[in-house]
């Protein structure tokens, strides 16, 4: 997981674009958008990512500097 590749899909794309690109993704087909990432699953994850980032910042009305941060604890406190 690449912070600054997430940040610059979550500023970049609609959630509506990088649901297209997650499809993409998991039916083994290339994503409209470029995403960097080693492979397929690290795509995936930036993606996944950058979602649930939009999704946080249009529901609980929170800046993306927030919205990291908050995913970013969920990350860690699942990992931990």
């Given at each position: 997981?690449?912070?600054?590749?997430?940040?610059?899909?979550?500023?970049?794309?609609?959630?509506?674009?990088?649901?297209?690109?997650?499809d993409?993704?998991?039916?083994?087909?290339?994503?409209?958008?470029?995403?960097?990432?080693?492979?397929?699953g690290?795509?995936?994850?930036?993606?996944?990512?950058?979602?649930?980032?939009?999704?946080?910042?249009?529901?609980?009305?929170?800046?993306?500097?927030?919205?990291?941060?908050n995913?970013?604890?969920?990350?860690?406190?699942?990992?931990?």
């Amino acid at each position: 997981m690449q912070i600054p590749v997430i940040k610059q899909l979550a500023e970049t794309h609609t959630i509506d674009v990088l649901r297209a690109a997650e499809d993409a993704i998991i039916n083994e087909q290339k994503p409209a958008i470029e995403i960097q990432g080693k492979d397929e699953g690290e795509q995936l994850t930036h993606v996944l990512a950058a979602i649930e980032i939009l999704n946080d910042m249009e529901k609980g009305s929170i800046d993306f500097r927030t919205a990291l941060r908050n995913y970013t604890q969920r990350v860690r406190n699942s990992i931990s």
